[in-house]
Protein backbone atom coordinates (compact mmCIF):
# COMPACT_ATOMS: atom_id res chain seq x y z
CA UNK A 1 0.00 0.00 0.00
CA UNK A 2 1.24 3.33 -0.47
CA UNK A 3 -0.32 4.89 2.12
CA UNK A 4 1.08 5.69 5.39
CA UNK A 5 -0.10 5.24 8.86
CA UNK A 6 -2.34 2.55 8.12
CA UNK A 7 -5.00 4.00 6.21
CA UNK A 8 -6.57 2.62 3.20
CA UNK A 9 -9.18 3.51 0.62
CA UNK A 10 -12.20 1.92 0.10
CA UNK A 11 -11.98 -1.03 -2.87
CA UNK A 12 -14.82 0.83 -4.63
CA UNK A 13 -13.00 4.06 -4.52
CA UNK A 14 -9.15 3.68 -5.63
CA UNK A 15 -7.90 3.35 -9.19
CA UNK A 16 -6.03 5.35 -12.01
CA UNK A 17 -7.84 3.98 -14.73
CA UNK A 18 -9.98 0.94 -15.42
CA UNK A 19 -9.27 -1.93 -17.56
CA UNK A 20 -11.71 -3.34 -19.61
CA UNK A 21 -11.20 -6.63 -21.38
CA UNK A 22 -13.62 -7.93 -23.98
CA UNK A 23 -13.40 -10.72 -26.63
CA UNK A 24 -14.74 -10.53 -30.22
CA UNK A 25 -16.21 -13.86 -31.36
CA UNK A 26 -16.26 -14.12 -35.19
CA UNK A 27 -18.56 -16.08 -36.90
CA UNK A 28 -17.22 -18.14 -40.18
CA UNK A 29 -20.02 -17.62 -42.35
CA UNK A 30 -21.07 -20.11 -45.73
CA UNK A 31 -17.65 -21.75 -44.54
CA UNK A 32 -17.06 -25.45 -45.77
CA UNK A 33 -16.71 -27.64 -42.35
CA UNK A 34 -13.81 -29.14 -44.11
CA UNK A 35 -12.40 -26.62 -45.68
CA UNK A 36 -12.35 -24.75 -42.16
CA UNK A 37 -10.32 -28.29 -40.88
CA UNK A 38 -7.91 -27.93 -43.76
CA UNK A 39 -9.59 -30.36 -45.86
CA UNK A 40 -10.25 -29.79 -49.52
CA UNK A 41 -13.46 -28.39 -50.54
CA UNK A 42 -15.58 -30.78 -52.62
CA UNK A 43 -16.25 -29.76 -55.74
CA UNK A 44 -19.97 -29.45 -56.64
CA UNK A 45 -19.30 -29.43 -60.33
CA UNK A 46 -20.57 -25.76 -60.98
CA UNK A 47 -18.65 -22.75 -61.11
CA UNK A 48 -18.87 -20.19 -58.79
CA UNK A 49 -19.86 -16.97 -60.09
CA UNK A 50 -16.77 -14.42 -59.29
CA UNK A 51 -17.62 -10.31 -58.17
CA UNK A 52 -17.36 -8.23 -60.64
CA UNK A 53 -14.16 -5.95 -60.60
CA UNK A 54 -15.34 -2.97 -59.15
CA UNK A 55 -13.37 0.63 -61.24
CA UNK A 56 -9.91 2.42 -59.33
CA UNK A 57 -12.42 4.97 -59.04
CA UNK A 58 -14.66 3.39 -57.38
CA UNK A 59 -12.35 1.62 -54.99
CA UNK A 60 -10.60 5.15 -53.88
CA UNK A 61 -14.26 6.26 -53.39
CA UNK A 62 -14.84 3.64 -50.95
CA UNK A 63 -11.63 4.01 -49.32
CA UNK A 64 -12.40 7.82 -48.92
CA UNK A 65 -15.83 6.88 -47.40
CA UNK A 66 -14.41 4.85 -44.72
CA UNK A 67 -11.24 7.45 -43.91
CA UNK A 68 -14.54 9.92 -43.48
CA UNK A 69 -16.29 7.96 -41.14
CA UNK A 70 -13.38 6.79 -38.99
CA UNK A 71 -12.57 10.83 -38.71
CA UNK A 72 -16.31 11.14 -37.23
CA UNK A 73 -15.71 8.57 -35.03
CA UNK A 74 -12.61 10.05 -33.65
CA UNK A 75 -14.03 13.56 -33.35
CA UNK A 76 -17.40 11.88 -31.49
CA UNK A 77 -14.84 10.54 -29.25
CA UNK A 78 -12.79 13.51 -28.43
CA UNK A 79 -16.37 15.31 -27.96
CA UNK A 80 -16.92 13.08 -25.48
CA UNK A 81 -13.86 12.93 -23.35
CA UNK A 82 -13.82 16.90 -23.39
CA UNK A 83 -17.71 16.91 -22.03
CA UNK A 84 -16.72 14.19 -19.14
CA UNK A 85 -14.04 16.06 -18.48
CA UNK A 86 -15.83 19.33 -18.12
CA UNK A 87 -18.59 17.14 -16.09
CA UNK A 88 -15.74 15.67 -13.31
CA UNK A 89 -14.86 19.56 -12.71
CA UNK A 90 -15.94 20.72 -9.12
CA UNK A 91 -18.44 23.45 -9.71
CA UNK A 92 -17.62 25.38 -7.16
CA UNK A 93 -14.31 27.66 -6.56
CA UNK A 94 -11.43 26.55 -3.71
CA UNK A 95 -11.19 28.08 -0.46
CA UNK A 96 -8.13 29.71 -0.68
CA UNK A 97 -5.92 30.45 2.35
CA UNK A 98 -3.95 33.58 2.81
CA UNK A 99 -0.26 32.99 3.19
CA UNK A 100 0.93 32.91 5.94
CA UNK A 101 -2.16 31.96 7.79
CA UNK A 102 -1.61 30.05 11.29
CA UNK A 103 -5.25 30.17 12.13
CA UNK A 104 -5.85 26.55 11.58
CA UNK A 105 -8.97 23.95 13.01
CA UNK A 106 -6.30 21.39 13.97
CA UNK A 107 -9.56 18.63 14.53
CA UNK A 108 -10.66 19.36 11.31
CA UNK A 109 -10.08 18.24 7.65
CA UNK A 110 -11.01 20.58 4.59
CA UNK A 111 -11.84 18.68 1.53
CA UNK A 112 -11.86 19.68 -2.18
CA UNK A 113 -13.62 18.34 -5.47
CA UNK A 114 -16.23 16.09 -3.57
CA UNK A 115 -18.85 17.05 -6.03
CA UNK A 116 -19.30 13.13 -7.24
CA UNK A 117 -19.20 12.13 -3.36
CA UNK A 118 -22.13 11.52 -0.71
CA UNK A 119 -21.91 11.83 2.31
CA UNK A 120 -22.38 7.50 2.69
CA UNK A 121 -19.17 7.88 0.56
CA UNK A 122 -17.72 9.94 3.23
CA UNK A 123 -18.06 8.40 6.19
CA UNK A 124 -16.39 5.10 4.76
CA UNK A 125 -13.38 7.13 3.96
CA UNK A 126 -12.83 8.78 7.40
CA UNK A 127 -15.02 6.12 9.92
CA UNK A 128 -11.30 4.59 10.16
CA UNK A 129 -9.70 7.51 11.35
CA UNK A 130 -12.11 8.24 14.39
CA UNK A 131 -14.38 11.04 12.62
CA UNK A 132 -17.31 12.80 14.11
CA UNK A 133 -19.49 13.72 11.42
CA UNK A 134 -19.21 15.88 8.20
CA UNK A 135 -19.36 19.39 8.00
CA UNK A 136 -21.00 20.14 4.04
CA UNK A 137 -19.99 23.65 2.56
CA UNK A 138 -21.48 23.46 -0.86
CA UNK A 139 -21.53 20.76 -3.27
CA UNK A 140 -17.66 21.05 -3.81
CA UNK A 141 -15.95 20.97 -0.19
CA UNK A 142 -16.29 19.81 2.97
CA UNK A 143 -14.97 19.92 6.65
CA UNK A 144 -14.38 15.96 8.38
CA UNK A 145 -14.68 17.12 12.11
CA UNK A 146 -12.57 14.46 14.19
CA UNK A 147 -12.71 13.67 17.72
CA UNK A 148 -8.97 14.52 18.07
CA UNK A 149 -5.86 16.92 16.14
CA UNK A 150 -4.15 13.60 16.07
CA UNK A 151 -6.85 11.75 14.17
CA UNK A 152 -7.15 14.81 11.95
CA UNK A 153 -3.54 15.04 11.04
CA UNK A 154 -3.30 10.94 10.15
CA UNK A 155 -6.26 10.90 8.07
CA UNK A 156 -4.24 14.19 6.10
CA UNK A 157 -1.44 12.25 5.93
CA UNK A 158 -2.38 8.75 5.30
CA UNK A 159 -4.84 9.48 2.20
CA UNK A 160 -2.56 12.60 0.74
CA UNK A 161 0.67 13.75 0.05
CA UNK A 162 1.57 16.98 -0.62
CA UNK A 163 1.57 19.27 -3.68
CA UNK A 164 4.35 20.87 -4.77
CA UNK A 165 4.29 24.54 -4.90
CA UNK A 166 0.43 24.94 -3.42
CA UNK A 167 0.89 24.86 0.33
CA UNK A 168 -1.40 23.93 2.41
CA UNK A 169 -2.88 21.58 -0.03
CA UNK A 170 -2.73 18.03 -0.29
CA UNK A 171 -3.78 15.95 -2.91
CA UNK A 172 -5.22 12.28 -3.20
CA UNK A 173 -4.06 9.66 -5.41
CA UNK A 174 -6.08 9.44 -8.75
CA UNK A 175 -9.86 7.92 -8.00
CA UNK A 176 -12.06 6.47 -10.45
CA UNK A 177 -15.73 7.25 -9.31
CA UNK A 178 -17.56 6.06 -12.69
CA UNK A 179 -16.87 4.56 -15.71
CA UNK A 180 -18.55 7.61 -18.03
CA UNK A 181 -16.24 10.33 -16.09
CA UNK A 182 -12.21 10.34 -16.02
CA UNK A 183 -10.38 9.89 -12.90
CA UNK A 184 -10.20 12.68 -10.38
CA UNK A 185 -8.42 13.68 -7.25
CA UNK A 186 -9.46 15.15 -4.14
CA UNK A 187 -7.51 18.14 -2.52
CA UNK A 188 -7.43 18.38 1.41
CA UNK A 189 -5.58 20.10 4.15
CA UNK A 190 -6.48 21.81 7.72
CA UNK A 191 -9.90 23.90 8.16
CA UNK A 192 -9.82 27.47 8.91
CA UNK A 193 -12.33 29.69 10.63
CA UNK A 194 -13.29 30.85 7.06
CA UNK A 195 -14.22 27.38 5.66
CA UNK A 196 -18.00 27.97 6.13
CA UNK A 197 -21.12 27.80 4.64
CA UNK A 198 -21.89 31.15 3.00
CA UNK A 199 -25.20 32.81 5.04
CA UNK A 200 -27.80 33.33 2.75
CA UNK A 201 -29.08 37.07 1.69
CA UNK A 202 -32.44 37.62 4.05
CA UNK A 203 -35.57 38.53 1.71
CA UNK A 204 -37.72 40.97 3.94
CA UNK A 205 -41.08 39.16 4.63
CA UNK A 206 -43.98 39.84 2.83
CA UNK A 207 -46.71 41.72 5.31
CA UNK A 208 -50.51 40.56 5.19
CA UNK A 209 -52.56 42.50 2.85
CA UNK A 210 -54.49 43.59 6.10
CA UNK A 211 -51.46 45.20 7.79
CA UNK A 212 -50.85 47.69 4.50
CA UNK A 213 -54.94 48.17 4.45
CA UNK A 214 -54.51 49.70 7.80
CA UNK A 215 -51.63 51.74 7.04
CA UNK A 216 -53.47 53.12 3.88
CA UNK A 217 -57.00 53.99 5.69
CA UNK A 218 -54.65 55.33 8.77
CA UNK A 219 -52.99 57.67 6.48
CA UNK A 220 -56.56 58.72 4.97
CA UNK A 221 -57.42 59.49 8.17
CA UNK A 222 -54.05 61.75 9.18
CA UNK A 223 -54.96 63.48 6.14
CA UNK A 224 -58.04 64.46 6.56
CA UNK A 225 -57.33 65.64 9.95
CA UNK A 226 -54.85 67.77 8.61
CA UNK A 227 -57.07 69.42 6.44
CA UNK A 228 -59.61 69.82 8.70
CA UNK A 229 -57.42 71.68 11.45
CA UNK A 230 -56.08 73.77 8.91
CA UNK A 231 -59.06 75.47 8.06
Known sequence: QWLAGGGAWPPWLVGAAM?????NDEE???RDIDAAAGKPAKSSGRAIPTAARKSKVEEVSEEEDDDDEDE???EDEEE?????MAAAQPSQPRNEVEPGTKDFRE???HVYGLDFLKTGHMEEIFSQFNHKYIEWIND???NVIFKSAASAKKAL???SFPKTEDEPWRRTPDIMVSEDVPPIFLQMRLATAGDVKKAKKSVPKAMPYAHYAQQFYRAQALGKGGKGGGK
Open 80 to 84: DEVIA
Open 72 to 74: DEE
Open 28 to 30: IVG
Open 19 to 23: VRAAE
Open 140 to 142: SCA
Open 157 to 159: ESL
Open 107 to 109: NAV
